[in-house]
């Protein structure tokens, strides 16, 4: 059996603009890049890469770059044609590789559980979950009204965990944070994402305030780079951070994971090189015992599905992300909508069952999504 063919299909669908404001602005499109691997005997797995800017780069590198490396090859290779596809370029990987290689590598495991019929997370390993637990993702950084309204309809739906999305200045990050717990009581957990927004000294201040508030944890406070800031950050911190989503490899997480500096970490399936990387992330923060909770974000049907998996084999796996704005890309994408807010049930969403990663992309979607 080899792998015949590789089809790099950009995606892209309109997103409420109110609905998912952060404090880098709100997205008015998701986007992404959605491979199809068919074998010689006529098998199809799926895979997916966030592609926030420019698709064409991304089918450009899976197309010219990945494609020759994989087709001809045994599917089943899947750590040999990773190894093989990471170092395709000279130097330190990451960015669009790294997010291209990702979608190639997810149609690999989708393609390997399909063909000797297990559900992904058997193939890793399953901790015999069926379900897992899932947060409320997330309050807009939008109107006081509307992240109101959006935290009342996250706790009417049955959610225990709530993300609320927080920005500059101090005051007014605190001031939203102080109005979603009055909201919701002390009976729910909440977390604060500030999307990197802020310097040292204000995550400083802003990590006391949450602590103060019964924030569970503060995520993305720093820039992303700023790997050193995170570890002088959790010495001055008494609320546990949460990075890892703009991590791409194993490697970018191994700092802030094996010198304490986050208390969650977060890769991203359609960013850090697919399940076999994130698998190998998972592993070394199993290893330092730090809970492992997926990055989802703005992704599409594919995304949800393996993270999914991957929650359902994960020794310190901590929750999933359940996005509650409206994506066509993650509602209509696949027959079945999986991991949203309407499979809800005790604060816990199911775990594909059927082969591969459990779900049939829909050909009339692609066609109505697809980038020309």
């Not at 009204?145 to 049955?158: L, S």
């Not at 950050?233 to 970018?252: D, M, Q």
């Not at 190998?280 to 599905?305: D, E, K, Q, T």
Request: glycine fraction near 10%.
């Amino acid at each position: 059996m080899k792998i015949a063919s590789l089809r790099a299909l950009p995606l892209k669908a309109p997103l409420d603009l109110d609905a998912q404001k952060t404090a880098l602005g709100s997205r008015a499109e998701a986007a992404l890049v959605l491979v199809e691997v068919t074998t010689d005997d006529g098998l199809v797995g799926y895979g997916e890469a966030l592609a926030r800017y420019s698709l064409r780069a991304y089918v450009a590198i899976i197309e010219d770059l990945l494609a020759p490396i994989v087709i001809g090859q045994d599917p089943f290779e899947v750590e040999l044609l990773w190894q093989r596809m990471f170092r395709v370029f000279t130097g330190k990987a990451g960015g669009v590789l790294l997010e291209a290689v990702a979608a190639v590598d997810i149609a690999l495991w989708d393609f390997m559980g399909k063909a000797v019929g297990q559900p992904v997370h058997r193939l890793l390993g399953s901790m015999g979950r069926d379900r897992v637990l899932a947060y409320a993702s997330s309050i807009s950084w939008a109107s006081d009204e509307i992240a109101v309204a959006q935290t009342e309809g996250a706790v009417r739906r049955g959610f225990s965990m709530i993300k609320v999305k927080i920005g500059g200045p101090v005051e007014k990050a605190l001031a939203r944070a102080r109005l979603v717990r009055a909201t919701v009581g002390d009976g729910i957990k909440l977390c604060a994402d500030g999307n990197c927004a802020f310097d040292f000294d204000d995550a400083v201040s802003l990590a006391r305030g949450l602590h103060e508030l019964g924030y569970y944890w503060f995520e993305e406070p720093l820039i992303v780079e700023d790997i050193e800031g995170y570890h002088r950050l959790r010495a001055l911190s008494p609320i546990r951070l949460a990075a890892g989503e703009s991590e791409h490899t194993a490697y970018g997480c191994r700092d802030l994971i094996s010198r304490g500096s986050v208390g969650v970490i977060q890769p991203d399936v359609a960013r850090s090189g697919g399940i076999t990387e994130t698998r190998r992330i998972a592993a070394l923060a199993y290893a330092f015992n730090v809970p492992f909770a997926p990055h989802v974000g703005f992704s599409g049907a594919v995304c949800v599905a393996a993270s999914l998996h991957i929650c359902a084999a994960i020794p310190t796996f901590l929750t999933f992300e359940c996005m509650t704005f409206p994506n066509p890309l993650r509602e209509e994408l696949a027959t079945v909508n999986l991991g949203g807010p309407g499979d809800l049930v005790d604060s816990t969403v199911s775990v594909p069952s059927g082969p591969g990663l459990g779900i049939e992309i829909d050909p009339e979607a692609i066609e109505k999504f697809r980038v020309r």
